[in-house]
């Protein structure tokens, strides 16, 4: 059993697809696979805006993400989604590639704890932990201030 996240099909672009709830927003950004262009996948979704689709939780394209468009109950009244797997470039959730991210920050040391600042990737002033890359004397990319909130999301802490 996979858990879903029902969202409503907001806009459909050249390459894209943007979903949306009362509180989160889902950009999809397609790639081409040896089936199908990134356009085709898109175009896909233009006759379904304003529909609901179900994506499965977490929210992540590094997590077998899929997008759900059939849903119906069954007789025991379980909730029953077709998934249908595309390539994708980006998943964007509220405007973060949580995967982009866990990928950059996956060799990179938490160096200090604190409070106050905001939050890197959502901008929330909440505690945080400092990212430093192994090589800070020479990179330009060299910290990051995550909040614990985001940490979870990426999977860096519990």
Not at 97 to 110: E, M, N, P, Q, V
Not at 135 to 151: L, M, N, P, T, V
């Amino acid at each position: 059993m996979t858990a879903v996240q029902i969202f409503n099909i907001e806009e459909a672009g050249q390459d894209y697809v943007l979903f949306k709830d009362a509180e989160t927003s889902v950009r999809v950004k397609f790639a081409d696979e040896t089936d199908f262009t990134k356009e085709d996948n898109a175009g896909f979704f233009h006759g379904l805006v304003g529909k609901p689709a179900a994506l499965s939780v977490p929210i992540d394209r590094d997590c077998n993400f899929f997008i759900g468009v059939d849903m119906w109950q069954d007789l025991f009244g379980n909730f029953k989604v077709i998934p249908f797997h595309f390539a994708t470039e980006t998943v964007e959730v509220n405007g973060i590639d949580y995967a982009f991210w866990r990928k950059k920050l996956a060799s990179w040391k938490a160096v200090i704890v604190g409070s106050g600042e905001p939050c890197w990737l959502c901008d929330e002033i909440r505690d945080y932990t400092t990212y430093q890359h192994p090589d800070w004397s020479r990179s330009q990319d060299w910290a990051y201030d995550i909040c614990g909130h985001c940490e979870k999301k990426l999977g860096l802490t519990w």
